[in-house]
């Protein structure tokens, strides 16, 4: 477990200040804009201890060493250690790495022990599967298949060598800004210990302010305050909506004489029909361990698709079943969004007082099913970006536009540039089966050297590409066939999930115009929308059964129901996916941190 020395200091400091409340206190509601908080500076404040944040992280300890100039680097990450809210598939392309750490392979106990062996990619029937050629961007030689939560965590363990504070378990809940409130100027950790109804409980911490003359944003794909930063400084008003997919995924041990060490397999078609985006996934990882999962672009239009019933059907095509036969036995489920929109997505990369690294701006190159190495660059960049700035500092908030030049010129620009229009043409007037042909001329003859763009001009969300139900046929999966498939909770409770119950809601239903403030009214208007134009989608959706519209069979739910129907959110499910926040027709369900260290414990994904 990765706490630092300098957070067990942290929390001794915590506990003996002023704020402790009184028994008396804690029975009562609380002002939690004036209550008193502890605030520390620091000159760089990173939030996410993913690949992005911890490269950066890295880099600004290396260029300590390098220009003799001590400065004071921190993490925040919500998982309660590091690593464990990263999932992905994952296969790493090691350029970045190869530059942040050139002596890795030098390392003792390196995560990266499974070379590729081969890549292929395969056409699905509903019975069959034929081997198809694959883009020339998705060629494998010289990668590594790993568990990106191992990884993740490794690279932890080389950022607090190097004098990172790396604090897990801490969850940043909201921007700090400067005085005139026009430049970001550091984060505020999330309230431990306040109940559902907003009260102070015995345990009641405030929490503690890192104030930062640089902050930077890794929280991954659709993160709560990278959502605040691009809407309050207009991030995203000269590109387009960011699009998202969701990643599936289970870990298996297999039988002896399935395991191919090394290889991978990518799939298309079938479990998916002609009108939805996506494919699979077959990453045969070192320990006889196998990845495979599902990837479903969250722009699908049907709303009684299910990605996790998706997966499970795909499981009993006879590929994957004699894959899963034998001695083997499923050992990791996890499920996260991931970004799909490419460089015609990207929003700005910096605002006055920080930037956006890794898929918080989102840097995956889709067609190379691949994003680590673009997340750790951009870490590179910004952290030698913020160095510069802190170097020179003068007093004003840090001006990160270097770290902009910095990507246009860097092979990271380049890779997405080249594939810019591959992901965007199975949304044009081709279709599906014309973004296919379009990107395999493209991948194979053009390489990106068009003169055109394909843009959303129209800004079309991922949400608003979703018919109404009565535009749609209901989808009937199989019944689940243990141990080849099962129900959703049992593969839930192999991802850890824990949160504590009495704590305010994560997850939310209301409108941004509304602020923090949940109605009734609104609730009620959800639940009508979603229930009678939609059939529940969030109840086949979400990969972690955390949203059901059930019976109000008392009517006791008010205005927050309709139609004798009332939605009930089991938050302490969430696997902090994000799903819900991206594809719920009527935009009005916002995810929030929960409290610190709450969410999955995933190790192997």
Known sequence: MLRAASVRRTLARLQSREFQSSARRRNENIDLCSVKRVSDEVDVCIVGGGPAGLSAAIRLKQLEQEKGREIRVVVIEKGSEIGSHILSGAVIEPRALNELLPNWRDRD?????????????????????????????????????????????WLGEIAEESGVELY??????????????????????????????????????????????????AEGARGSLTKTAVRRFNLQADSDPQTY???????????????????????????????????????????????????????????????????????????FAKLLSGDSTRIAYGARTLNEGGLQSLPKLYFPGGALIGCSAGFVNVAKIKGTHNAMKTGMLVAEAAFDVLSADDGSPADMSAYD?????????????????LRPSFNTSLGIFGGIVYSGID??????????????????????HTRRASQCNPIKYPAPQPPLSTDLMTALSLTGTNHAEDQPAHLRVRREEDGLVERSECRG???????QDYAGLLGRACPAGVYEYVDDEDGSSGKEGWGGKKLVINAQNCIHCKLCDVKVPTQDVQWTVPEGGGGPKYTIT
């Open 525 to 531: 208007e959800h639940v009508r929308v979603n229930v």
């Open 443 to 464: 991948s194979f003859l053009l390489k990106g050297r068009t003169p055109w763009t394909f843009r959303n001009s129209s800004r079309v969300t991922d949400a608003a």
């Open 245 to 319: 997919g969701i990643g599936v995924k289970e870990v298996w041990r297999v039988d002896p004489s399935q395991y191919r060490p090394g290889e991978v397999v990518h799939t298309m078609g079938w479990p998916l029909d002609m009108h939805t985006y996506g494919g699979g996934w077959v990453y045969h990882m070192a320990d006889g361990l196998v990845s495979l999962g599902l990837v479903i672009g969250l722009d699908y239009a049907n709303p009684y698709l299910s990605p996790y019933w998706e997966l499970q059907r795909m499981k009993h095509h006879p590929y």
């Open 405 to 421: 030049k910095a990507f246009k010129e860097s092979w990271v620009f380049s890779e997405l540039y080249e594939v810019r229009n």
């Open 109 to 153: 106990g390196h995560p990266l022990t499974q070379p590729t062996s081969s890549s292929s990619m395969r056409f699905f029937t509903s019975r069959y599967s034929v081997p198809i050629p694959h883009p020339p961007q998705m060629g494998n030689r010289g990668n590594y298949i790993v568990s990106l939560s191992k990884f993740t965590s």
């Open 168 to 217: 897990p378990g801490f969850a940043g809940s909201s921007l700090l800004y400067s005085e005139d409130g026009q430049a970001v100027a550091g984060v505020r950790l999330n309230d431990v210990g306040i109940d559902r109804k907003g009260k102070p409980k015995d345990n009641f911490e405030p929490g503690m302010e890192f104030r930062a003359k640089v902050t930077l944003l």
